[in-house]
């Protein structure tokens, strides 16, 4: 499990500072956070992609959404109507810096059907990260 943290609060100003100095360059444990939005009968060819790369977790989440396709019509018992949001399947994972651009690529290979609707990527730094039993933090706690 990964916990994100965004700020601290007036009291942990020095864990904000300890933080703010691995952003800047400062510190070894760079991550980042890989969010993709894909369709769900996917999921099954990108976790194994993910696992071929060496991730070791996925966050799944389903989800229902619409881009540039803006849903589409169907029939159903001889009325038409329109379904805006779509299902979709948001993948989250955490990994190391150096292994970012790999996951990256393993995503976009196998969610790719050349259709419209593939989905996106998203790729965002991550400040720190806590393993709440053991207390581990960083590239330990992922």
């Not at 806590?130 to 581990?136: K, S, V």
């Amino acid at each position: 499990m990964v916990i994100e943290l965004f700020g601290a609060s007036a009291p942990d100003f020095g864990a904000a500072f300890a933080c703010q100095s691995k952003v800047n360059g400062t510190g070894t444990n760079k991550m980042k956070k890989i969010e993709a939005i894909i369709k769900p009968f996917k999921l099954d060819e990108v976790k194994e992609a993910l696992h071929e790369v060496g991730v070791s977790g996925i966050t799944v989440t389903e989800a229902k959404g619409f881009g540039r396709q803006k849903g589409h019509t169907e029939l159903y018992r001889g009325a038409e109507y329109v379904v805006d949001f779509l299902p979709k399947v948001k993948l989250e994972v955490v990994v190391d810096d150096n292994l970012a651009e790999r996951v990256v690529e393993a995503i976009s290979s196998a969610a790719q059907t050349g259709r419209i609707g593939d989905g996106k990527i998203f790729v965002i730094p991550i400040e720190s990260a806590l393993r709440i039993r053991t207390g581990e933090r960083d590239s330990d706690a992922i």
